[in-house]
């Protein structure tokens, strides 16, 4: 005998809505997952391309050099040299070396010159210098977001001139008001890829691969689809009567 399909109006409602609300949530995560993948493959396809050379804010700021190398020819203030603390490399703690770039437009650019190990970043942001002018190999890259550190912003000094700052966060937007830096976008920074035979060491990676990869959000998508077939298959056996809440009788011994 065929099971009977048995079927009450709640349960099915709350199926439906439990399922709508999986299926939206793996839809949303596969449309992630194209831009995401769209982007990796555009970082790739620019990693092949020979340097460009720019000399202007408007280059570094074109959406079609995103991920390029470039050779900017400008200036390093690194008497204005600032730190990022907290950056893990290789699980190790350490910071990020960073100092305005002056482009010949006049236009700043934040220089992102290499990580260092916690216990040396100090000393070496407060001494290590670089030319007066030159060429600039590095990666253009926007950062995803700008996240304000309120800590750092509230004990900041009135007057910037000959001050050694240390950031908890990659607020550029902050660097580029407390040193009052002619600049056209806070998210741009340059990544140094080839320059500085000291000991800053190149790690682009860790600045231009998102926590979020076209792969995890791939893996989110299916995550869900699968649980919302997991959902209909749970309500159509219980419909079914092949699973059941009820408990069966017990025999008398």
């Not at 949530?25 to 194209?34: I, K």
């Not at 080839?194 to 926590?211: F, H, M, Q, R």
Request: hydrophobic content about 40%; some cysteine; proline content about 6%.
């Amino acid at each position: 005998m065929r099971p009977r399909f048995k079927a009450s109006l709640m349960p099915t409602l709350a199926t439906i809505i439990g399922i709508g609300l999986l299926l939206g949530l793996g839809t949303w995560q596969a449309g992630r997952y194209a831009e995401k993948n769209k982007a990796e493959e555009v970082l790739a396809q620019r990693a092949t391309l020979p340097p460009l050379v720019v000399s202007s804010i408007d280059q570094l700021t074109d959406p079609e050099n995103e991920y390029r190398t470039v050779d900017v020819h400008g200036s390093v203030q690194t008497d204005r040299t600032v730190l990022f603390k907290f950056r893990i490399v290789d699980g190790k703690s350490g910071s990020w070396i960073a100092s305005p770039l002056m482009l010949a437009d006049g236009n700043v650019v934040l220089l992102l010159r290499g990580w260092v190990d916690v216990k040396e970043a100090d000393h070496i942001a407060r001494t290590q210098k670089l030319p007066d002018s030159g060429v600039y190999r590095a990666l253009v890259h926007s950062l995803e977001s700008n996240i304000e550190d309120d800590i750092t912003r509230a004990k900041l000094p009135s007057d910037p001139v000959d001050s050694f700052v240390a950031w908890n966060t990659f607020d550029v937007a902050g660097v580029y008001e407390f040193w009052k830096l002619p600049h056209a976008s806070s998210a741009l920074v340059l990544i140094q890829t080839e320059g500085d035979d000291g000991p800053p060491l190149e790690s682009a990676d860790y600045i231009t691969k998102p926590y979020m990869t076209a792969d995890r959000h791939f893996g989110y998508a299916m995550t869900w689809y699968i649980l919302a077939g997991c959902l209909l298959a749970l309500w159509l056996a219980a419909s079914f009567g092949m699973i059941s809440s009820k408990r069966r009788p017990t025999s008398a011994g």
